[in-house]
């Protein structure tokens, strides 16, 4: 094969061919196929020489599906015997061969046959051009439609999974995931062909610009991902501000490019961006890392692997390394491989969340300075305790105390001291219940311990031993002990009580009256002093 290459103004088919005879074309001993991003034509000529007796059929297939014109001269004994044109200016169902890479059927006859082929593309110039035949081109087909299948229905899964999640946590990480994958997804159906073939088959407007604006979402959404995914918002604040200044810009670009109508210029930019992404991405996740953000420890190694794959493709594609299949192929394995790490850090953050809300509940049961049930898991510990106790008619009683005088305590040594009173005594009443009793911190100094299978009687002595016991536990101040005590109301479930707020009124009634008895004393309902101790003001309660 040998090449021409045109810079400037173009080159007839007649020209060409005179050029060809002066030894303008320069052979391509080295096999170059990548031109890069450019607006020149090239020209190639390759000899056939079929030196049987019989006419063989050939296919010219390019595996590339870039090309905007591939046209086709067939010159025998220095005459054009055919012409055929065909590339991504023809509409796709008016081409005669329909398969998604271009090719070309020929007879070749005995003898001698040149082939002149004008090549020009808006896209990247890429000619990986082989003389093969049709059964090579199904099988190469055959080998990508696995390929793609694969690719595809990966992509496809991680977009299902992305979606259920997003739809099921409202996180908005998942949704721009999602919609980063869909741009990746259908970038890659506009550069492979597929969209041509499959999609818009007669759509050359939809042809020529469908892949620029797939790959300007692709970086609107991957902007808008790497935002939400680092949460820049927490780490790094002052650049997530910048936000809607990069989106608006971003499209304010994307129309500008349409507007201004140059297809190359398009790609170009759009290529030196994605180009940009990747070093943005990379500096973002490790100011966010250095910020503390956990999630970059997966974030930084995707984006390095797909910028890896992305690096290949676009090295062959330049012509900066020789063109190879699968290093062409590079960014849409770079990818998969991102996006099943992101993925899997996506599915990492479920389990933190989940964490987080295990112990968001578990801190919503309990009372922080006492370490005691609050009055809401209270209710519902106590609740099928209960309803067992009313179905199988067992004894079960409840017990309300409250510390005595304790607005003088706070007032007198400070809150910090009636903290202290609070802990001894939720401490002292745990080491007084049983496993199966129910014990919460009700109010500021007030606590509930619910007590199944217990009846009155039992319960009032349990009231007295913990009474007797608060009485005798002394909070250290200024290196003297202080003592408190407590009253107690104590009332027993009757079979006309319908609910568990009815008991607890009913030991609040009884608490009320040890109060008005004095205090430090055990009251049940209905109202009876089972055991008093002399009122005494907390003020005269000093050291023990
Ligand atoms: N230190 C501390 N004090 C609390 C807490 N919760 C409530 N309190 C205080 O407990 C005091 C309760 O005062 P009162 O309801 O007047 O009861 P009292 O002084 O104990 O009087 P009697 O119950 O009639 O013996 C209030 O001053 C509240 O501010 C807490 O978590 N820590």
């Known amino acids: ?26 052979p391509n001993h080295d096999g170059k196929v990548s031109f890069g991003f450019t607006r020149d034509v090239i020209w190639t000529s390759v000899l056939i020489n079929n030196a049987s007796n019989l006419p063989i059929k050939k296919f010219f297939y390019l595996d590339s599906a870039w090309l905007d014109s591939a046209n086709f001269y067939f010159v025998r004994q220095n005459k054009l015997v055919a012409n055929v044109f065909t590339g991504d200016t023809l509409p796709f169902s008016s081409r005669r061969s329909q398969t998604r890479m271009i090719s070309e059927a020929y007879e070749f006859k005995p003898g001698l046959t040149q082939v002149l ?5 808006k896209d990247p110039l890429l000619i990986p051009l082989y003389l093969t035949t049709e059964k090579m081109i199904q099988r190469n087909l055959e080998i990508n439609h696995y390929f793609y299948g694969f690719l595809y229905g990966a992509f496809l899964m991680l977009l299902v999974y992305n979606i259920v999640l997003s739809a099921s946590l409202k996180d908005s990480r998942y949704i721009y995931y999602s919609l980063y994958l869909v741009s990746f997804l259908s ?4 550069y492979t062909g597929h969209g041509f073939k499959l999609f818009w088959p007669e ?6 610009w469908a892949m620029i604006f797939f790959l300007y979402c692709y970086i609107l959404f991957g902007i808008a991902f790497c935002f939400e995914f680092l949460k820049l918002k927490t780490y790094l604040p002052l650049v997530y501000r910048l936000n809607h200044l990069i989106y608006v810009s971003l499209i304010l670009l994307m129309l500008g490019v349409f507007i201004y109508g140059d297809q190359l210029l398009a790609v170009n930019i759009g290529v030196a961006l994605t180009s940009c992404l990747v070093v943005i991405f990379i500096s973002l996740g490790l100011l966010a890392l250095k910020n503390g953000h956990a999630m970059v420890k997966f974030f930084i190694p995707a984006v390095f692997l797909k910028a890896g794959g992305a690096a290949f493709s676009a090295a062959t594609t330049w012509g900066a390394i020789p063109y190879n299949t699968f290093l062409f192929h590079g960014i849409e394995i ?13 599915a990492f953050n479920l389990q933190e969340v989940d964490k987080a809300r295990i112990t968001a509940e578990v801190i919503a049961q309990y009372d922080h300075l006492t370490g005691l049930y609050n009055r809401r898991a209270f209710i519902v510990n106590t609740t099928p305790l209960w309803e067992l106790g009313v179905r199988e008619e067992t004894p079960f009683s409840m017990i309300l105390l409250d510390i005595d005088w304790f607005k003088t305590i706070n007032d007198k040594y400070g809150h910090a001291v ?28 007030e606590f509930i311990i619910f007590l199944p299978n217990t009846s009155q009687q039992a319960a009032i002595q ?6 007797e016991k608060i009485a005798s536990v002394t909070v250290s101040h200024d290196g003297e002990g202080l003592s408190v005590t407590a009253s107690f109301g104590v009332a027993e479930y009757h079979c006309h009580m319908n609910k568990l707020e009815e008991l607890i009124k009913l030991a609040d009634k009884a608490l009320y009256q040890a109060k008005n008895s004095g205090r430090n004393v055990v009251c049940d309902f209905p109202s009876l002093i089972t055991l008093t101790s002399q009122p005494q003001e907390i003020a005269q309660q000093d050291a023990v």
């Open 334 to 346: 770079g990818m998969l491989i991102e996006m099943s790490i992101l993925a899997l850090a996506l």
């Open 117 to 121: 082929i004008r090549f020009e593309s």
């Open 462 to 467: 349990l009231a007295n031993a913990i009474r």
């Open 187 to 190: 970038l890659n159906i506009a």
């Open 418 to 445: 009636g903290d202290s009173a609070l802990k001894a005594i939720a401490k002292t009443l745990q080491q007084h219940i049983r496993k199966s009793d129910v014990l919460a911190r009700w109010g500021g100094e």
């Open 1 to 26: 094969m040998a090449i021409l290459q045109v810079t400037s103004g173009d080159v007839s088919f007649e020209d060409a061919l005179s050029r060809y005879r002066q030894g303008d074309f320069v």
């Open 203 to 208: 759509a050359l407007f939809v042809q020529r």
